[in-house]
């Protein structure tokens, strides 16, 4: 949203609040046009997150793609956040940085993508530093707030008499939160696989087997029999399942016989695959990314004009309504510096589709990290949780660049600011197993022993579940704990009597009651 007047800085500007750091001047810094305002920022605490907002406007133009960079003392160049500023009003960026250790010192300004010579204005700029241990308490506030709720268990006679000393047992059995990761056609008859694979996650999405070119290789010869014994397991097991894709726009990954169609016959095929994918499947899946990564490519459009893919989401809910249609991108939270995938980017192809029409529900993120900007990942989750739609983490890995010890620290860092957001409804790891290894991160060896990632995801499972407790009622006859949302049984015995009862938590800001009569 642009406004006429900007407004206050976020945490009255934090160290930006009584310090002039601002360098008014134009300069160039090894080749890069950089152009005033910029500011100097010094005595910076390496491993300290730094939460940076302002609000932009442009002259010169009437809209054009802005972003913040951090240049360091190590000559480091870095995006810190992005804005589509407008002309004649301010718009608010958002996002943030973590200094290396190596860094203390680093001039933080604005350029447009194209670094075209337009003229920026800012005001309203905040930059608060937050300490490790400061971040992860707002995580973990996050989570007791949005995750867990409160429950008082009352436990009276059958006259209605409080009973205190009552033995009250609880058990979460089921979790509310979905959590899982892509599975290939490699859990096929694995029992060890799928045990494994049972015993830790609600939630599967299909790495392949359901793409164009794995269900269709050659025209008209549809073998789903891969998709149907996996989409089995997970319904034999209560998995909720994703439907990953119908269409994926990068050439690349569309079968070779569908880029030699002609235009009415690529119309034709594209309308059987939809039909025949989505009526098969109808019910089935819980969401579809319809047109996969169309921030980045665009094969339909180009080949059957601007509403290609348009169209898809309107053929796709006329034909399983129940389904929540995805956009699903990557580069949106794990970087600023693409710019075909910004968070205004994804807002506004967002809007047109909804504009034009289509049932566009669901926000999908990717998530394939390199070196996680934690900041910079909660600035664009706060900034898409304005559209009021559910925010799925649909890919999560660590980029295999990395040794096995730091894509755990990084996994970690990402899951705990993933499940603390109130707007994030689901993640899904990118991890399925494959003799080879993984796409780019693996939970385990081939003999399922867990790797350092798979140890942080079991620690975080644990930790992210109320497990079993027991205590006694009060002299009020109530028992009160404090559990992770999901489905519970609940027992209790006093002297020889015992009463069960089950128990759903899901959210809500009020204390849940739940009375048992003996």
């Known amino acids: 949203m642009c406004k006429e007047y900007a407004e206050a800085p976020l945490y009255e500007g934090g160290i930006m609040g009584n310090v002039d750091q601002r360098i008014q001047q134009r300069f160039d810094n090894h080749a890069e046009r950089v152009y005033s305002p910029a500011y100097v920022l010094q005595n910076l605490t390496p491993n300290n997150k730094y939460a940076f907002s ?72 905040s ?56 599975i290939a056609k490699t859990i ?16 599967a999405v299909f790495e392949n087997e359901l793409k164009w070119y794995a269900t269709e290789p050659d025209p008209g010869k549809l073998n789903y029999s891969l998709a149907d014994q996996m989409l089995s397991f997970t319904r034999a097991n209560k998995i909720i399942t994703r439907g990953h894709n119908i269409f994926w726009e990068d050439p690349i990954y569309t079968p070779a016989w569908v880029r030699n169609l002609s235009s009415d016959d690529l119309k034709t095929a594209v309308n059987s695959r939809i039909q025949s994918l989505m009526c098969k499947y109808k019910e089935e899946f819980i969401h579809w990314d319809v047109s996969n990564e169309m921030l980045h490519f665009d094969f339909y459009e180009q080949r059957l004009g601007p509403n290609a893919s348009l169209d898809f989401f309107h053929t796709a809910q006329a034909s399983d309504p129940q389904a929540t249609l995805f956009m699903n991108d990557f580069n949106v939270i794990e970087t600023c510096d693409d710019g075909n995938s910004t968070v205004d980017t994804y807002v506004s192809r967002l809007k047109e589709f909804k504009k034009g029409g289509a049932i566009l529900e669901g926000i999908g993120l990717e998530g394939h990290f390199t070196t996680p900007n934690l900041p910079l990942m909660r600035a664009v989750l706060d900034k898409l949780a304005t559209l009021n739609l559910p925010i799925w983490l649909t890919e999560i890995d660590i980029s295999k660049k990395l040794d096995q010890e730091t894509q755990a620290i990084y996994l970690e860092d990402v899951l705990r600011e993933g499940f603390s957001h109130p707007s994030v409804n689901g993640i899904m790891l990118w991890t399925a197993l494959h003799p080879n290894g993984c796409y780019q ?37 109530a028992y009160i704990f404090n559990g992770f949302l999901g489905e519970y049984m609940v027992s209790v015995q006093y002297e020889n009597k015992t009463a069960n009862s089950t128990l759903s938590l899901c959210r809500g800001d009020e204390t849940k009651h739940l009375t048992i009569q003996l």
């Open 54 to 125: 302002c609000w932009v406007k442009i002259n010169g133009v009437d809209s054009a793609l802005i972003r913040a960079r951090f240049s360091t003392n190590n000559s480091t160049f870095k995006c810190v956040g992005t804005v589509l500023a407008k002309s004649g009003c301010w718009s608010f960026l958002k996002g943030g940085f973590v200094p290396d250790s190596s860094s203390t010192f680093g001039v933080l300004f604005f350029q447009s993508f194209d670094e075209s010579s337009i003229e920026i204005s800012v005001t309203g700029s």
């Open 127 to 182: 930059l608060q530093p937050f300490t490790p241990q400061q971040w992860k308490m707002h995580q973990d506030d996050g989570i007791r707030r949005e995750r867990k709720r409160m429950v008082i268990v009352h436990v009276s006679d059958a006259g209605g008499q409080r009973v205190p000393g009552a033995i009250v047992t609880v058990q979460q059995i089921s979790k509310d939160f979905p959590f899982g990761s892509a």
């Open 188 to 203: 096929i008859g694995n029992l060890p696989y799928q045990n494994w694979f049972v015993k830790r996650f609600n939630a």
């Open 441 to 477: 991160m693996c939970l385990t060896d081939n003999n399922l022993r867990n790797l350092p990632a798979g140890n942080v995801v079991d620690q975080l499972l644990q930790e992210w579940e109320t497990g079993v407790v027991t205590g006694q009622t009060d002299d009020h006859g």
